[in-house]
């Protein structure tokens, strides 16, 4: 078994109700905590779709 081979995390089983839901909540602070962090870098690693104008033709629309 190699290092890479290992889970990241390890959840824990059988939680109470209370306990999942600490978790949860954690997880969420957690996550909401590294996109302020790295949000511009996220941004600027995105590939961008250019923006839609109003003259732009609509390509969803067949013709008629």
Same mark, same amino acid.
């Given at each position: %078994?190699? @290092? #890479?081979? /290992?889970? *990241?995390?390890? *959840? !824990? +089983?059988? /939680?109470?109700? &209370?306990?999942?839901?600490? +978790? /949860?909540?954690? +997880?969420? #602070? /957690?996550? &909401?905590? +590294? &996109? $302020?962090?790295?949000?511009? &870098?996220?941004? $600027? $690693? %995105? @590939?961008?779709? !250019?923006? @839609?104008?109003?003259?732009? @033709?609509?390509?969803?629309? !067949? !013709?008629?």
């Amino acid at each position: %078994m190699k @290092p #890479n081979d /290992l889970p *990241l995390v390890c *959840l !824990p +089983l059988g /939680l109470c109700e &209370e306990d999942a839901t600490t +978790l /949860l909540q954690f +997880l969420y #602070n /957690l996550t &909401e905590a +590294l &996109e $302020r962090h790295y949000k511009a &870098e996220y941004i $600027r $690693r %995105m @590939p961008q779709s !250019p923006i @839609p104008t109003d003259d732009s @033709p609509n390509t969803d629309d !067949p !013709p008629f």
